[in-house]
């Protein structure tokens, strides 16, 4: 069983900044942020795979956020700049422990583990 540790939420005026961190308790092949707002499906934002280092971002947050991470600590970090109030949300950290025969870091059901997620408030 992985614990994740969800923290860097809260609120932000549009424009400016905030950075989510996520630390897990085991070891992990890949980690990945969602967001769920109001009234709305759990949705993709960003995801990083530690074997070849390869980040993903949603189309939404392209260019506007960066994930990071630190293998060996297992821990991943989400930058979000020029936030917008439809970065408003509650965001999940989400990991796969292990390696698996289907690959798919933007799908949630690809990922074992989940946070109890960090509301993310972007006000106008």
């Known amino acids: 069983q992985v614990q994740l540790v969800e923290s860097g939420g809260g609120l932000q005026q549009a424009g400016g900044s905030l950075r989510l961190s996520c630390a897990a308790s085991g070891r992990t092949f890949g980690m990945g942020w969602f967001r769920q707002a109001p009234g709305k499906e759990r949705e993709f934002v960003a995801a990083i795979t530690w074997s070849a280092g390869i980040r993903y971002y949603a189309d939404s947050v392209k260019g506007r956020c960066t994930i990071s991470g630190d293998n060996a600590k297992n821990t991943v970090y989400l930058q979000m700049n020029s936030l917008k109030p439809e970065d408003t949300a509650v965001y999940y950290c989400?990991?796969?422990?292990?390696?698996?025969?289907?690959?798919?870091?933007?799908?949630?059901?690809?990922?074992?583990?989940w946070g109890q997620g960090t509301q993310v408030t972007v006000s106008a």
């Open positions: 989400a990991v796969r422990a292990g390696i698996s025969l289907s690959f798919d870091p933007l799908s949630r059901k690809w990922y074992d583990y």
